[in-house]
C-alpha cells in the first residue's frame, strides 16, 4: 500500500499540523502492509520536515512542491496540482492532513482528511473577518468531497456532527487520535536558550492565536510574581509559531516589564522539544478550545506537571493526570491558583495516559480505515 500524505501549507516553521503529518508517516511506514509513504510539503517546508522531525524511514519520501506561497497559489495547486502529482504517483491512498479544497472526480483512488477543529465556525478570531469565510468555503468543500473523514478525538466528532449532520450521518467517518512517539529523539538545550541556562521554568507550547489564551498565562504568570509565590528566577518559556496574536502578547510582555522572563521559541527540534519538557517545573496549556492538543499529551509522555483549562478535549485526553482550572470569572486569578497549588504539590509517579496514544495501536487504526475505504 502506498499513502500520500498532502500537507503543503503556509507556515515557514513547524506547526501542529505538521506534526500530525510527520506523525502519520512515522507510524505507517512502520507497517508491513505499507510499501511508500510520500509527504508532500511545499518548498519552503521541506528543509523542517527533514530536520525538525525524527523522520528516518527509507519507506517516508519528501517531496517539496515549488510554487509561490500565497493563498491563490497554493488553492490552485490544491485543484490542479495534487490530482497531477496523484496520476503520476499512483498512491493506494490520498490522505489529506488537513481540509483542503479539491476535486473529487480527478481522483481515482480514496480521499482521506484529517478533521481537526471546526475553529472556523467556532473560533472566527483566529482568521480574521474575510479569511474566515474562504476557510469555512474550503473545510465544507473538503467534508463533503472526502470518502473519508478522520477527526482526531470525539470531542471533534461531535463538533462535526453539530455543524454537518447529514455528512457524518452518510459518511465514513472515525476518531482516531494523534499518537506521541519520541523513541528516536535525543535530549539537547535549544539552541535559543545560553549554553549556562539553569533557570527554573514554566512551559507552554501552541501557536500565538487567540483560542489559545497564551495572553492569560502571561499575566497568570506575572501576578504569581507579583504576589511573591513565584520566584523570579523562574522563567515562562513559550514554543510556538508566530500567529495573529504574537504582536498582542509581544506588546503585553512589555507593558509587564517581563522581558527578560518570557522567552518565545519557535522552530526548534525534536531533540529541543525534549529536553524542554524533561527540564520544566510546570507544563501549562490555557486553550478555550482545542481539538485535540498534542502538546498535552507530549506533556504527559514526560510526566510533566500539568495545568490546563477545564474544557472538555482536555478532560477527554488528560483525564485525572492533570490539574484543571475554570475559565469563568476570575481566569487570570483561577489559572495562577491552580499553578501554584501544583508547583507545591508533590511530584506523582509517571501517569499512563500516553498508553492511550501509542503508535502501534494508532498505525493498525489507520490501516484498518484505508482498508475499508479501498
Keep these: 500500500m502506498h499513502i500520500l500524505i498532502a500537507v503543503l501549507h503556509r ?9 500530525h503529518a510527520a506523525n502519520l508517516a ?23 520536515f527533514e530536520t525538525a522531525f525524527a523522520i528516518s524511514s527509507p519507506k517516508i519520501k519528501i517531496v517539496g512542491i515549488n510554487i509561490k506561497n500565497s493563498s491563490i497559489s497554493r488553492n490552485l495547486w490544491f485543484l490542479f496540482g495534487l490530482p497531477r502529482l496523484v496520476k ?3 498512491p493506494s491512498i490520498v490522505h489529506l492532513a488537513f481540509p483542503l479544497p479539491f476535486l473529487k472526480s480527478r481522483f481515482l483512488c480514496p480521499v482521506v482528511a484529517t478533521i481537526h477543529d471546526l475553529y472556523p465556525y467556532q473560533f472566527p478570531e483566529n482568521f480574521g473577518y474575510r479569511q474566515v469565510l474562504f476557510n469555512r468555503l474550503f473545510l465544507q468543500q473538503c467534508i463533503h ?3 473519508g473523514l478522520i477527526c482526531v478525538s470525539k470531542t471533534t466528532l461531535d463538533d462535526l456532527e453539530d455543524y454537518f449532520p447529514e455528512v457524518v450521518s452518510r459518511h465514513r467517518t472515525r476518531v482516531i487520535y494523534n499518537f506521541v512517539d519520541f523513541g528516536q529523539a535525543g535530549t539537547k538545550l535549544p539552541k535559543a536558550l545560553n549554553d549556562n541556562f539553569d533557570a527554573p521554568s514554566i512551559l507552554c507550547v501552541g501557536q500565538h492565536r487567540k483560542n489559545k489564551n497564551i495572553d492569560l498565562l502571561i499575566k497568570a504568570y506575572a501576578l504569581l510574581r507579583d504576589e511573591g509565590r513565584l520566584s523570579e528566577a523562574t522563567k515562562l518559556i513559550i514554543v510556538g509559531s508566530p500567529g495573529p496574536e504574537t504582536d498582542t502578547l509581544v506588546h503585553l510582555i512589555q507593558e509587564l516589564s517581563l522581558e527578560d522572563s518570557v522567552l518565545m521559541l519557535s522552530a ?25 492538543c498534542i502538546p498535552l499529551v507530549e506533556a504527559l509522555y514526560f510526566s510533566c506537571k500539568v495545568v490546563c483549562s477545564d474544557i472538555p478535549i482536555f478532560r477527554e485526553v488528560g ?4 490539574t484543571y482550572f475554570d475559565l469563568a470569572g476570575d481566569a487570570v486569578k483561577n489559572l495562577a491558583q491552580s499553578m501554584n497549588h501544583s508547583l507545591e504539590s508533590a511530584v506523582f509517579g509517571k501517569s499512563d495516559v500516553h498508553l492511550r496514544f501509542l503508535k502501534t495501536a494508532i498505525a493498525t487504526q489507520f490501516l484498518q480505515f484505508y482498508s475499508e475505504l479501498m
Design 319 to 322: 483525564a485525572s493526570s492533570c
Design 11 to 19: 507556515p515557514s516553521k513547524p506547526t501542529g499540523v505538521c506534526r
Design 26 to 48: 512515522r507510524c505507517l511506514a512502520d507497517l508491513d502492509q505499507v510499501s511508500q509513504v510520500t509527504l508532500v510539503t511545499g518548498a519552503w517546508q521541506k528543509n523542517y
Design 145 to 147: 468531497n472526502s470518502n
Design 88 to 90: 503520476q504517483l499512483n
Design 268 to 292: 526548534i527540534d525534536d531533540d529541543e522539544l525534549c529536553w524542554l519538557y524533561q527540564n520544566c517545573q510546570l507544563f501549562v496549556i490555557a486553550s478555550a478550545l482545542e481539538g485535540f
